[in-house]
């Protein structure tokens, strides 16, 4: 007596299709696209979303709890001819050019002191971390303790070695409140800048140094030819990072200062903020908001440049 099989319909379909799957996941691009899709949406909602909305509100005129009328680009055209927009301009660059500069080297030789040997290393390293991690409000209030003419620390400091009462007005004063928010802004950034570069120089291999003193290079020579050459990567980096936070600040000026005395430290992001918040004109504080937009661009591509060509 012979059994007829008959075949088990299905069985083995969803293990084929579970297979087929692994394989598609298995493709490279497949892969990338599926680990880059939540940051693309990400950015798409709370960055491409406002950008967006941000251009449209610039053509327009657009007061406070009114409806807005398509002006096109009038708004533009009024910024250029404002004489205010054109000192924030120069107000911007000076801050950004001066800031950065400032932590590149300042972060360099922070993180060059930090590779040495000593004790309490990692203390010392973790001290460094604070500016950076204490809220920039909360440290912007103490400097402006620090810097207050009546009740500066500073100044009773500079009155003991014989300047004249009440001393300097650090931000009453339109050159030494550009000086000032520069420091700030620095003192704010260096950790940034110096343990980044720490970080690269670990990576650095030490027979690299030890082959360049058996050659009879001196510190200056190691550092010039064996140092700078391998951080170059990474100090581009660190530096893109340092235009963009630095060119958008906010907080620290609008705390300290409020873009005064005369709209002397007044910035992109203070002045759009002034106009678009405190004059009630969304439109214009738009305008003012995107004009920052191609002037980073240049200065990003123009740093791009020039660090590729060293």
């Not at 550092?223 to 958008?248: C, E, G, H, K, N």
């Not at 009630?280 to 937009?293: D, E, I, P």
Request: charged content about 10%; some cysteine.
């Amino acid at each position: 007596m012979s059994i007829r099989s008959e075949p088990l319909i299905g069985v083995g379909g969803p293990t084929r299709r579970a297979a087929s799957l692994g394989v598609w996941l298995d493709r490279e691009s497949v892969f990338s696209w599926l680990m880059m899709a939540p940051p693309i949406l990400f950015l798409a909602a709370f960055v491409g979303y406002p950008l967006c909305y941000g251009i449209f509100l610039s053509l327009q005129d657009r007061p406070v709890a009114q409806p807005g009328v398509f002006v096109g680009l009038k708004n533009f055209a009024a910024d250029f001819k404002d004489p205010v927009f054109w000192q924030v301009v120069a107000n911007t660059f000076v801050y950004t050019g001066i800031a950065t500069m400032l932590k590149m080297v300042g972060g360099l030789g922070l993180a060059l002191a930090m590779n040495q040997q000593f004790r309490m290393k990692n203390l010392v390293r973790a001290v460094l971390l604070l500016p950076f991690i204490v809220p920039t409000v909360l440290s912007t209030v103490a400097w402006m303790w620090i810097l207050d003419p009546a009740f500066s620390v500073l100044n009773w400091f500079m009155i003991a070695l014989g300047v004249p009462k009440p001393g300097p007005s650090w931000l009453g004063n339109p050159i030494l409140a550009m000086a000032s928010i520069i420091f700030i802004n620095t003192w704010r950034g260096l950790p940034f800048y110096g343990i980044t570069l720490l970080a690269g120089l670990q990576t650095v291999p030490p027979e690299l140094y030890e082959a360049a003193t058996i050659d009879g290079a001196s510190g200056w020579q190691r550092f010039r030819y064996v140092t700078l050459p391998l951080l170059q990567s990474i100090i581009l980096i660190v530096t893109l990072f340092s235009v963009i936070f630095t060119f958008a600040d906010f907080q620290l000026v609008y705390v300290l200062t409020h873009g005064g005395p005369q709209n002397a430290t007044q910035l992109f992001a203070t002045y759009a903020f002034d106009i678009g918040m405190g004059a009630g004109q969304l439109g214009l504080g738009a305008s003012v908001a995107l004009a920052m937009l191609p002037a980073l661009a240049l200065l990003i591509l123009a740093l791009t440049i020039y660090m590729r060509r060293q």
